[in-house]
Every structure is written in C-alpha cells, then in structure tokens.
C-alpha cells in the first residue's frame, strides 16, 4: 500500500485490503480492490471497495470522482469476467443508517446469477 495513513485500523475494508482479515480475492489494482462477500446474497455476489478509507457514497467528492468512476469500470470487467453481462446484475452501494450500511468504507456490491425481484427495497 502506497499509503497506509489513509486506512483506518479500526475497519474491517481496510485490514481486508491490508492482508490483515482473509479474504476471496476476485481483482486488484492500484485504486481498487474486489472479493467475494462473506454471506452472499446471490450466487454471485461480489464486493468493491476503494484502497483509501472513504466512509461512503455521501463523502464522494471532486477530489476522489475519478477515483470511483474508475471502480465502476472495475465492476464492469468484473462482471464481464463472471458471466454475468449476458444475464444482467445489481450494482447496490449502502450508504447509512437508513439503508443500513453495516460496513462504513465505501463499497459496490455486485449481485448476479439469478433471476431477482422487481422491488429496488
Ligand atoms: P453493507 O451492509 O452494504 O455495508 O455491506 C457490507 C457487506 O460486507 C455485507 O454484505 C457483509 O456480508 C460483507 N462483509 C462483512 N465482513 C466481511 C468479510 N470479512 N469478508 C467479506 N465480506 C464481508
Ligand atoms: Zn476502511
């Protein structure tokens, strides 16, 4: 990691990103990181996280834009990757209480490989 004071040690992304906590490594670059989510909600289910500690969606800014736009280019060759761009999928970000972010470190869920409900919540 190029730069280890934009983690938090008390998150569970960031010790992921760090090697810390084990994870199901799908991707990697220089900005991004991609593993399989510990209690799937779909057969594929994926998660994308940024390798800088950024609370959520509510803390994006012009200063990380590029940043995320660039994780969405991830999700995509991701998707590709597992098959799941024929078919289709769910790209669903958390952000707070009401939508009950359980993690607080940005991150894209990538959902796929079934057939799901029409309802958004
Ligand atoms: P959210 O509720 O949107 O904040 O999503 C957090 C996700 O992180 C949940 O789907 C969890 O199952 C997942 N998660 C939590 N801890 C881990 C972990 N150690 N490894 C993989 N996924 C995790
Ligand atoms: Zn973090």
Known sequence: MSDVLR???NC???K???GDIPSTKVYEDN???AFRDINPQAPTHILVVPKVH???VAEVDR???ALVGHMFTVIAKIARDEGLDEGGYRVIS???PDACQSVPHLHFHILGG???REGMV
């Open 54 to 56: 950024i609370t959520s």
């Open 114 to 116: 079934k057939k799901m």
């Open 16 to 18: 992921i990103i760090k």
């Open 31 to 33: 900005l991004c990181y």
């Open 63 to 65: 200063h990380n834009e």
């Open 94 to 96: 958390n952000c707070g």
């Open 7 to 9: 983690f938090d040690d």
């Open 12 to 14: 569970v992304f960031c």
